[in-house]
């Protein structure tokens, strides 16, 4: 079965050249967001995630991935208060992050992005319009 066609609700290109399109959409069960990176040399792909738009009791659902050896994609629908991510890599490298784009319709808030990390992602938290950490 085919993914449905999602819109793209953000852009952005890194200091490498790389550009990226955030695509999310769906209802609150079957909901979908995705990155799709297109290299300097022209070569495409794209990972994400789909199911519910958020689990209940959770603050965030997130995907990481990368394709081959490129940038690690941060794809992250999170409760609508959470304004802002804070996480770090296994090498302790830190990243900070505001909204990249709002889904008002299933109430989420969509943050993406690619990283030059050559590890994973070992902590995130997320935070609210004062920059205190969220639980759920």
Not at 6 to 15: F, H, K, L
Not at 51 to 60: C, I, N, R, T, W
Request: glycine share 12%; aromatic share 6%; proline share 7%.
């Amino acid at each position: 079965m085919p993914l449905p066609e999602v819109p793209v609700d953000a852009r952005g290109e890194t200091a490498r050249g790389e550009r990226w399109f955030l695509k999310a959409g769906g209802t609150d069960e079957d909901y979908y967001s995705m990155v799709e990176t297109v290299h300097r040399d022209g070569r495409r792909d794209e990972g994400g995630m789909g199911g519910p738009a958020l689990y209940p009791g959770h603050l965030l659902n997130v995907y990481t991935g990368r394709a081959d050896q490129g940038p690690l994609r941060v794809v992250v629908r999170a409760d609508p208060r959470v304004r802002q991510l804070r996480f770090r890599s296994e090498r302790g490298e830190r990243c900070e992050m505001l909204v990249s784009a709002r889904d008002q319709a299933v109430g989420v808030n969509l943050f993406a992005i690619l990283l030059p990390w050559t590890t994973g992602v070992t902590s995130m938290e997320g935070l609210d319009d004062d920059g205190q950490v969220l639980t759920p």
